[in-house]
């Protein structure tokens, strides 16, 4: 015995068609009005076979006794217990040559030391060989500004790279950075010798707006400099050898959403635009600051964002439509994964070190000089947060929300702390499936029209 699944969101879009949507597999199928009348009425007898067939393995349909929110929180937590990959994340110093206003950070002249270095080799190296299941060591190299750390990662990369050659694992790395210090040599230095694999890098807009808002503490702008070094990276003769991806994010709030185009076309006149790995725009958020309250309404993001998505791919820049299956909402639920900043305070979120307000909070879980390698730190915030989702305990709406599967539950510490999470694909949804199927059906030439 089968049901439609609770997952599902659909949208007519013409033609006697109608596209239904699996967040449970991240999968479409189109669907003639009059088969869709079938479905929609569970009269699975009367589908088609190859119908059924489709509609059963996108997890359309599902077999009827089946508790689909306990079964995707048992997903969601298999796929961590079945995790090979081990991911720490590394902040080599606490600072950055920016001042942007939306930040929380508080930005100091910290670095990693030697003994601090040598306790994050001595702690990787103790989860490796505890859980012996690991195929890959990721390390994430963040900010602050990680390139103003530059001299840790080289020393640390030969370290964590041969621990992961010891063990028989591959190693990656990825960095988040302002791209101020990014200049070319500093590039091919840490692709060719430090295996950093993908690099994102913000522009709030075109000059006009970004030099507003990401400026340099003494006051000077900072874009063109940034620009330059994206310029020189992505125009090296043998970049595409390199096997490496560039991702430009864009931070908006209510003073310079407009901007976001114009840094599409700026991107594209410079002939970057199928260079660049990824583009994507992002609501400005708390940052234990009221940043967010700048920020547009999720509504209202989510209806700029499909103008954005629809604009990028116009301009045949590499922009994901729809959203795929997320099994794992962030670091924190990984009980492996950690965070450690430069005064070697260890955290399980990306959004908690050098911020004044939680200084005092117990989102610390520990620090290297007094926690031992072996402490695995298993005591941490949102290790249960799939559960507190399942049993309605999240402060959040996750736990009757279609696009759970999808979503994951958004950001568990903003959900804490009373602000509104849900993200924008939420509210959106329905175009981002239109927007596919019509692009599958006539290519970018629908953009024609627009």
Known sequence: MFKNTYYKINTDVGNDTVIYYSSRSGETIALESHTAAIYEREDYDNLPDNIFSKLLSSYLIVPSEENELEEVIQE??????????????????ANCQLGCGYCGQNHTKALLNDVQMDAIVDRVKYKLEKENKFKTLEIGWFGAEPLMGLSNIRSLTPRLKKLADDHNLDYSSKMTTNGLSLKLNVFLDLV????????????????????????????????NIIMENLISILNYQEYEKLNVGITIRCNVDQTNDQGANFLIDELKALGLNKKIKGFYVAPIHSWGNDAHLKSLEVENFADKEIDWLM?????????????????????????????????????????????????????????LETVSSDNLLLKRHFIDWYDLIKENKSNSPCHSCKILPVCGGACPKTWKEG?????????????????SYLISQKGLEIFDVF
């Open 419 to 435: 602000i509104f999470s849900c993200p924008s694909i939420k509210f959106n949804i329905e175009d981002r499936i239109a927007l």
């Open 311 to 367: 604009y990028c791919l116009k301009n045949e820049f590499s922009s994901s439509i729809l959203p795929a299956r997320k099994k794992q909402t962030c670091m924190a639920v990984d009980p492996a994964a950690e965070l450690v900043d430069a005064y070697g305070n260890i955290y399980n979120c990306t959004e908690i070190s050098y911020v004044p307000t939680y200084d005092d909070s117990d989102y610390i879980l520990g620090n």
């Open 76 to 93: 969601n937590k298999n796929s961590i217990l079945d995790s090979r990959t081990l991911y720490q994340v590394i902040q080599p110093t």
């Open 192 to 223: 060719k010798n430090h295996h950093v694999q993908s690099f994102e890098i913000t522009l709030d807009g075109t000059e006009e707006f970004h030099d507003k808002r990401r400026f340099l503490k003494s006051g000077e702008k900072s874009y």
